[in-house]
């Protein structure tokens, strides 16, 4: 019989002035061009812009991970066109855009399933990947063909070819080094644009904790002084991870 075993992970005490990790779902992009009569492709370029801004604004506050959802799982089941144009913008992106992130000492990560992505894409995220590996800056993690769901199952799949004595008995602690964010820290804060308010198979297991915000701002709007608020309204939380209030220790002044 399968057993879990309780997790023995340490939580943080208290909330921080900037959160460590923020995740993100850029959600809004066809809508914003549609609402200016022009075609979906059109707010998807917008969002690079967009993107690139919030790159730049986390880098200055000193955010340390920065994880966006670029291209779900689901996302294949989108008209071929606009599949086709997203690979090719995500293509033209890293080409355009990996010197200016080495020279800003970004490392970046691409995680999800890449076996639907021609072999030019590929190559282009391993070469990206191993440029940057050794930066010491924000680590931007692009999610791409991702979703939680075969995050969880290629982590187990991992873990028992690995230790096929835990078939019967592991816990958190052995499962998470082989999630595809085994490298970062669990997200503290949770950024969806666009209006909805759903998570939609991104990061469900390290999501467990993290601060929900939700904004009807789509993504080519979502400026800098919109990352303030959502940073401000994260601020005002109490992270209790379990706890009472009565039992945190006294929060660190912002």
């Known amino acids: 019989m399968l057993k879990f075993c309780s997790s023995t992970l340490a939580v943080p005490q208290a909330n921080t002035c900037v959160p460590e990790h923020v995740a993100v779902i850029m959600d809004g992009n066809g809508r914003w061009a549609k609402k200016r009569l022009m075609p979906r492709v059109f707010g998807h370029k917008k969002g690079v812009d967009a993107l690139r801004a919030t790159v730049k604004t986390c880098d200055a506050l000193g955010v340390r991970y920065l994880t966006v959802f670029a291209f779900s799982n689901e996302n294949w089941r989108r008209p071929d066109e606009e599949v086709s144009f997203l690979m090719g913008l995500f293509l033209k992106v890293l080409q355009g855009e990996i ?90 804060l949770f950024i969806r644009t666009g209006g909805e308010q759903r998570i939609s198979n991104f990061l469900l297991w390290q999501l467990a904790y993290t601060e929900l915000y939700f904004t009807d701002l789509l993504w080519p709007d979502f400026d800098a002084a919109a990352f303030g608020v959502a940073i401000d309204w994260y601020r005002g939380r109490e992270r209790r991870f379990g706890r009472t209030s009565e039992q945190l220790q006294v929060l660190s002044s912002c």
């Open 99 to 188: 010197e200016r992130m080495h020279s800003n000492a970004i490392r970046l990560k691409i995680i999800g399933n890449r076996s639907r992505f021609s072999a030019e894409l590929v190559a282009l995220i391993d070469a990206a990947e191993a440029k940057t590996a050794a930066n010491a800056g924000l680590t931007l993690t692009i999610a791409a063909d991702y979703g939680a769901r075969w995050d969880i199952l290629q982590a187990t799949h991992s873990l028992l070819a690995e230790h096929p004595e835990k078939a019967t008995s592991f816990d958190e602690g052995d499962l998470t080094p082989h999630l595809a964010m085994a490298y970062a820290p669990e997200p503290d």
